[in-house]
């Protein structure tokens, strides 16, 4: 294909060489055939690298997991297509809401003290309770409930970690109580513009080093201190700058759910609950400073956890915690200084898939920036981001998430038996790695349908030509595919 | 993306692929990744396979479509089309004038 550009309109310059590109068709087909047929064989010779690990190699299927990752591409290219010629004007760009009812006021404020409740009992079961993370409601709670849990309770029902969270709940009391007292008060500062969202990108490093690099991350002692130390921060930054606005960019968690709440149908505005258009919020996401950061950090973070457990970084890590070992530091430093140049490479592998399929939609047209096209369509990882989280997460919500039960009876771990449940155990027969692989595997093609789905009618919206338009999706196209086969590719090589 | 960076991007690309390989991931990881590669490789080449056919479907459906069994001819009412432009000048000149334009358009 010559690199000239296509006329306004959309029509393929006519070409010379018809016959000649005809022939480098083929042969680029008969290379990609040769490569899968000496991959294939180099599997007939060498079972045990290609045979899959996880959940994937637990699992009993019925074509090997490779497979599956071939499916979701073909999968990805026929809605690639689809797309191209069935959705031929922009319909995400205006949102449209369907009012629903009315949400009862005493809701949020009983949510509020929900949220509060348990924000309370993580601090007293992290002091009081035993300190074995099997055993103490805390990293269970923290690691399961509130990390996994809530992002999925986002997507489905709306943003309801916004009315659950404690140190909201508890400034907006304070504010209420203030008021009833006839104190009123602004707050002292605005936002900065610059700062967007970097507090929340920050904050999520930092959750993700805690719970897949720091080694005392399960001691119940440290996550009650971080969780107090955590709102403490909170109250400060909401008294500076104001309850909502520090909320919705300087809470780390409420902006990281909020953001996936996005994905939700409902919407509740001015307590008025609304039905949305799918993906639709995503189109009008405010692309702040840190937003592309923020998308390209959940992805990140996640594909991290599952290589840290595979095969390509228990092979590496061991050398980079030697080069550490040598610089006289000890085992665990050196083996969390090791994870975290892992936590930054992955980091670096999942911006570099996405900064070089923007600077192949560059390539098509060169009216845009690549600055302005990379937050034009940052949008379009959120799906994928949530994809990523659920897949990796899965069998950790169904499986240890039923831990709960147990543990809300007896929080400290001390004989309690508050509900009547602390003798539940955790039903591993709930659902079978098979089930599970099969959830994992369309989480992460529907999630990238939707990525697919949101930068085509961006594309639409963006490019004046439908050849632009096109060309610029073969690119977007490249990325979600990547970003399913790496994701497929992690799962199958985790060690569990 | 210039062909010095195209051959970076190739280069790089290949050097991770072949890092990873060495690092033990090998046979499983290519397996994976080959559909990704498969496809980046012809665009970073500046190849698009199937956009001619891709874009003949986009104009294919952006025609206005006839409900089948919808009557052809028009069903408004004949009208006398009056000469213009170079019609009316060459009516003006000539002798004999034209034959007089169809009822029916």
């Not at chain 1, 592309?292 to 594909?303: E, F, Q, R």
Request: charged fraction near 10%; glycine fraction near 10%; hydrophobic fraction near 50%.
């Amino acid at each position: 294909m010559s690199s000239q550009q296509g006329p306004p309109g959309g029509r393929l310059p006519a070409r010379h060489g018809g016959r000649g590109h005809r022939v480098r068709a083929r042969h680029a087909v008969r290379a990609v055939c040769s490569l899968s047929a000496g991959l294939l064989l180099l599997e007939a010779i060498w079972p045990q690298l290609a045979s899959a690990h996880g959940i994937a190699g637990l699992a009993s299927l019925p074509v090997p997991a490779w497979l599956f990752a071939w499916a979701a591409a073909i999968v990805l290219v026929v809605s690639f297509v689809a797309l191209s010629t069935l959705w031929s004007s922009p319909r995400l760009q205006q949102r449209r809401l369907r009012a629903l009812g009315r949400v009862p006021a005493a809701l949020t404020p009983l949510c509020g003290l929900i949220g509060v409740a348990l924000f309370a009992l993580v601090i007293y079961a992290g002091y009081e309770g035993v300190p074995y993370y099997t055993a103490n409601f805390d990293p269970t709670f923290i690691y399961v409930i509130f990390w996994v849990g809530v992002p999925v309770a986002s997507v489905l029902t709306g943003d309801m970690f916004s009315a659950f969270s404690p140190w909201r709940a508890f400034a907006r009391a304070v504010r209420w109580a203030s008021r009833r007292l006839g104190v009123t008060r602004t707050a002292p500062l605005g936002y900065p513009a610059w700062l967007g969202r970097w507090p929340v990108v920050g904050g999520l490093l930092a959750f993700g080093w805690l719970e897949l690099i720091y080694h005392d991350h399960d001691n119940p002692v440290t996550l009650a201190s971080l969780a107090l130390a955590y709102f403490t921060l909170m109250l400060l930054g909401m008294a500076l700058f104001g309850i909502e606005a520090w909320t919705e960019r300087g809470d780390a968690f409420g902006g990281y759910f909020n953001l996936l709440s996005r994905l939700a149908l409902f919407e509740v505005r001015d307590g008025v609950l609304y039905l949305r258009r799918p993906l639709s919020a995503l189109a009008d996401l405010e692309i702040e400073p840190g937003t592309v950061a923020l998308v390209l950090t959940i992805i990140g973070v996640t594909t991290f956890d599952g290589a840290s457990n595979g095969v390509v970084w228990n092979t590496i890590g061991p050398h980079v915690q030697s080069v550490f070992s040598g610089l006289g530091l000890g085992p665990t430093p050196a083996d969390e200084l090791s994870d975290s140049i892992g936590l930054l490479i992955a980091l670096a592998v999942v911006s570099a898939f996405f900064a070089l399929g923007v600077r192949g939609m560059q390539s098509v047209s060169r009216r845009f920036p690549y600055s302005q096209l990379l937050r034009g369509f940052a949008h379009t990882l959120v799906p994928i981001g949530f994809a990523y989280v659920l897949a990796h997460y899965f069998s950790l919500l169904v499986w240890q998430g039923q831990a709960i039960g147990y543990l809300a009876s007896n929080p400290l771990g001390r004989n309690a038996n508050l509900f009547g449940t602390a003798h539940w155990h955790i039903n591993y027969n709930f659902i079978d790695s098979t089930a599970i692989w099969y959830v994992q595997v369309a989480a992460l093609v529907l999630g990238h349908v939707s990525g697919l789905t949101l930068a085509h009618d961006r594309a639409l919206s963006v490019y004046r030509s439908k050849l632009d338009a096109v060309r610029s999706q073969y690119w977007m196209l490249a990325v979600m595919v990547t970003f399913t086969c790496l994701g497929l590719w992690l799962l199958s090589d985790v060690n569990t | 993306m210039s062909r010095r960076a195209r051959v970076l991007v190739v280069l790089l690309g290949g050097s991770v692929v072949l890092a990873l390989a060495v690092a033990g991931a090998s046979a499983s990881m290519l397996l994976y990744l080959l559909p990704a590669l498969a496809l980046a490789v012809p665009l970073i080449l500046r190849r698009y396979p199937g956009e001619r056919r891709l874009l003949a479907l986009i104009a294919g459906r952006s025609k206005p479509r006839r409900r089948p069994g919808a009557r052809t001819t028009s069903t408004a009412r004949p009208r006398a089309l009056v000469p213009r432009g170079g019609l009316l000048i060459a009516c003006s000149l000539a002798v004999r004038p034209p034959p007089r334009l169809p009822i029916t358009s």
